[in-house]
């Protein structure tokens, strides 16, 4: 199974005609549609209108019911297509809008958008086993709902769903048992290659961050050039290109590309970018691709330092919270975007955010400064390497030991004298003991 890669998007023509409305209710202060409207364009969607409400949640529209009837009003002024809501909503407050609305057009929400996008850039079969598995988990609570009313009124067509029966709930269940079995099978073949490429000396930095944060720009920009054919079998996602784009989510799955650093053999892992208002159960299925962050020996969190600072603040909330339960790795927080600012408005942004990010390394990776700092910073934040001198005699085996070593680690002298080598180097305690090892085996000639 070939590791996932980032993809440009290529079915957004047939998408071409959708038009939406948008629509958001908030408890309290002003509805902001920025994120939403954001998503709705990266899903292919154009703005034919915008309905925003402030008020407490109406348990049968979601919306007031005259704020409703506004908005079907809309819908046929601007003939859109869809409504997309920016909110979590139930499924019967999902069936009750849609009656309101012209004949044909469909309610959106949030998370059905975001699955949207997902599903048209799943490219490699984790990707759309995972799009299958959060849409499948979406459906599971309505057919729930919609069994048991069923049943209840003993109105099989309830909701206008024609035909409807309990197996329907059946195979829905079958079918996220099995994709969470050949799901958990690819998490433990990268599980598998992520601790051969430890044994073979690598630290694993993973970057992360809200979406549209720049990961893929500062991927490439720390990067090493790579010999893809060299490497194209022992690492098949190494060499994909991370692509950018001002997009929420043009990165789904992850890339794994080398870094190029002065002391420490860095692997580099892009993926998929952090967005605030997810279901558990939408970031429970895309777990596996997660994994390459939490499993990280390193964790850079990028941020986009351009925006203002309560958007800063509210973004690394968001991402403290999806690293929080599962990650073990030290998180070191990058500024990104630094372009964009001057020394003050940075300065300011780095006091009033410091709790949550404390002492982070400025950077922008369009334009390459900092870059050497972020370097440095992650060769430091890396778990130490031991330091070890071993004194090996010389046999026919002693100079695959002594590549070995330098292949895992960094050799700092190298002496010979008489029938011995002696090796100084610093590595990873594993690489260290393992060494000690090698070196144990070897045998003198004269012995
Ligand atoms: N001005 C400026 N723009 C940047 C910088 N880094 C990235 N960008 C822009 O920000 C946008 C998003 O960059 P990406 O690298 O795609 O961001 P990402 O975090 O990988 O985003 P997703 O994969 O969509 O989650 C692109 O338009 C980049 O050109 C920077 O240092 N300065
Ligand atoms: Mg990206």
Redesign the pocket.
């Known amino acids: 199974m070939s590791g996932e890669h980032a993809d440009r998007p290529n079915g957004r023509e047939t998408n071409a005609n959708r038009r939406a409305v948008l629509a958001k209710r908030v408890d309290a202060g002003t509805a902001d549609l920025e994120e939403i409207e954001q998503l709705a364009a990266a899903a292919g969607y154009e703005i034919a209108g915008r309905i925003t409400q402030t008020r407490e949640e109406d348990a049968a529209y979601l919306l007031g019911e005259g704020k409703v009837e506004e908005l079907a009003e809309l819908v046929s002024r601007t003939d859109a297509t869809h409504v997309v809501v920016d909110n979590d909503m139930g499924p019967y407050q999902t069936f009750n809008v849609g009656k309101k609305l012209p004949e044909g057009v469909e309610v959106v929400d949030r998370f059905t958008l975001i699955l949207e996008i997902f599903a048209e850039r799943a490219r490699t079969r984790k990707a759309q086993l995972q799009v299958e598995l959060a849409e499948l988990r979406y459906e599971l609570p309505r057919a729930e709902a919609k069994a048991s009313l069923a049943k209840r009124d003993e109105r099989p067509g309830f909701m206008g769903l024609g035909e409807y029966d309990e197996s329907v709930e059946r195979d829905i269940k079958r079918r996220i048992s099995d994709i969470r079995e050949e799901l958990s099978s690819i998490a433990k073949t990268e599980r598998a290659r992520r601790e051969e490429r430890r044994a073979s000396g690598f630290d694993l930095v993973a970057l992360a961050?809200y979406?549209?944060?720049?990961?893929?720009?500062?991927m490439r920009r720390l990067a090493a050039e790579l010999d893809v054919e060299e490497n194209a079998d022992r690492h098949p996602d190494l060499g994909t290109t991370a692509e950018?784009?001002?997009?929420?989510?043009?990165?789904l799955g992850t890339t794994t590309r080398r870094a190029e650093l002065d002391r420490r053999d860095v692997l580099l892992t892009?993926t998929?970018?952090f967005i605030s208002d997810l279901p558990h159960w939408l970031v429970e299925s895309f777990e596996s691709t997660l994994d390459s962050v939490y499993r990280a020996d390193l964790v850079l969190l990028?941020v986009d330092a351009?925006e203002p600072v309560r958007e800063m603040r509210e973004k690394l909330v968001t991402c403290h919270d999806t690293l929080h339960e599962r990650n073990r790795a030290p998180i070191c927080t990058v500024f990104?975007?630094v372009?964009?600012l001057d020394e003050g408005e940075l300065a300011e942004k780095r006091s009033a955010l410091s709790t949550l990010a404390p002492n982070p390394i400025a950077v922008?990776?369009?334009?390459g400064t900092g870059i050497d700092a972020l370097r440095e910073r992650v060769e430091a934040e890396l778990p130490d390497w031991e330091r070890e001198r071993l004194v090996l005699p010389m046999t026919d085996e002693t100079m695959s030991v002594v590549s070995w070593i330098h292949d895992h680690g960094h050799v700092e002298t190298e002496s010979y004298a008489g029938d011995q080598v002696t090796v100084e180097f610093e590595a990873k305690p594993a690489i260290v003991s393992k060494a000690r090892s090698k070196a144990g085996e070897l045998t003198p000639v004269d012995a």
């Open positions: 961050g979406t549209n944060a720049g990961k893929s720009t500062l950018s784009e001002d997009m929420l989510f043009t990165t892009d998929v970018g990028v351009s990104n975007k372009d964009r922008s990776a369009t334009e």
